[in-house]
């Protein structure tokens, strides 16, 4: 059995981070009545609950030794390995990497609570604890009352000019303003290919966006589905009114104009982006030696685009490549051994995969429980962990997984009833029994749509292979990352789909995938007793975190018994650096609030590097 890295992470998560992270969610709406608001105007640090906590393998921690007083600039190579497909977000479901790098969020994890600051987050997460938020564009925010969200936006935030750039002129590096967080909100709200848009359609239609003082907007989201405000709440970048207004949107990379730290100057398709300092950036470093530092140290950064992964390799020893992430172990170990001066950190993948099942398709065989466990007994999951992934995985870590933020509401496996832990454990004798009485007794036919690339293609037929020993013939449909993210985003696959499973925050905060109205509910799931915990949690989202796990937590083995999707283990994929990379922090790919946040505070020794030979 090949043994590969999972490259569904790359698209799928950029995708979940970066199609959402303008203005839009990583996971769905939820419903309910209110209860007792209020928040703080800015985060304050959640407390944990009493239900059992777990290990947390997902990072290595920095590196030992006094920090280093940061230098600017220097080239910083950093490579992907797909290419840039979207400058717009709300105009494709394609992943938009460099709006990441040039337009900032209104909210964002705090810098100084990560692991180089009081580490009460390790940012593996997919999606920030909303206690550990820390303001970007707007300074702070509060919720006085249940679905009204209030930012303060931050006085002195001008976009970045480029001289080179007309959209920029035109913008002429003037400041931002609450004007425009109202018609980038209310862009994400009408775009028809937005992540609200397409994820939580019944907020948006009921959702309303004003300028409520000279630098305050609110946000009002109906009741019972007001955690849709988070959304907007944590993921929102911002749109200049007069590039969109003038070109008709920023699909163009040329219309590229934002308030991020770095601006996009160059765009070779399929080769690189070369984007460079924004002087104009606001924020300033918050922690260590550099604190007070205006951000960012790095004068170049550029995105590399290199598929072939023998490729990017041969980069790293060369030197030619400063950061690769998602490296799988095997990759990891071969480049190490020939390049020791490589520093490491171990992540695991934010988005694990899964099999999604139609459930609302009454031909289809998922409807009847006994199949949908009879798949889960058929894979073998300690195979995976074991032989695929050579042990660098989590064999469950759906839905919810082991991170600091997840204390209190992740069972580690062998705690789960003993029921829950034979539905996981191989067992194809059982399957076969369990698809007779379903009515099954020669299995059937059924069609999953995957990526076509071929990491993704290799563990999909490790499945199937599985599948074939109790009956199920499983034809595998690959698609190319375009047409695979429009099956995904839009749910319009026929049968099932190999995609990434928000968990984590998503799922305790949103229940995002199997909540009737979930962004991520992938399987279509419609569960009386899943909606009734959603009304329930929804009375203690961002008011009583310590509940609100307590809540999930007891419904894990539930959600897990009803075998809606089978979750496939949760890789650890690895980072590797070069030494004279300064600042860098280990953390989840791909996870939204976190994705691409270390760009402004990493620097380059360039002493260091000179005196290395590069």
Known sequence: MKK?????????????????????????????????PTTPTTPTTPTTPTTPTQEQPQQQPPAPGAPETPKYGGTFNYVITTDILNFDPPKSTSAATSFALTNDMLVTQDWARGPLGTNEDDFSDAMVDPKLLGGAVAESFQIPTIGTFIYKIRQGVRYGLNQGSEASRLVAGRQLTADDVVYSIQRDLNEPLSGPRLGIPEAVKNASVSKTGPSEVTLKAPVDTWRAGFYWLWSSRLYVPEVVQKYGDMTNWRNSVGAGAYMLTEYVPGSSATLIRNPNYYAKDPIGPGKGNQLPYVDTFKLLIIPDVSTRMAALRAGKIDLAQLVSADDMKGVTKTTPRLNTGRHRVPFPVGISLRL?????????????????MATDFDDIVNNYYVGNAVKLAWPSGPSKIQEGAYWPFETLPQNIKDLYTYNPEKAKQLLKEAGYPNGFKSKIIVQNLASVVDLASVVKAMWAKVGVELEIQPK???????????????????????????????????????QWNISFVRDPKIEELNREMNKYVFIDTPKLKKLFYDQVPYILEQAWLVPIPSAFNFAIWQPWVKNYVVQGVGALGTWMNWTPYVWIDQDMKKSMGF
């Open 360 to 376: 609302d398709k009454p031909e289809l065989p998922y409807k009847d429980i006994r199949v949908r466990q009879a798949l889960t």
């Open 4 to 36: 590969r890295t999972l490259w569904l992470a790359i698209s799928t998560l950029m995708t979940l981070s970066l199609v959402l992270a303008a203005c839009q969610p990583a996971a769905p709406t939820t419903p309910t009545t209110p209860t007792t």
């Open 480 to 518: 190319d990352t375009g047409i695979y993210n429009t099956f995904s985003a839009t749910r319009s696959y026929e049968d099932m789909i190999f995609k990434g499973l928000p968990v984590d925050m998503n799922n305790l905060v949103f229940m995002s995938t199997f909540y009737s109205e979930g």
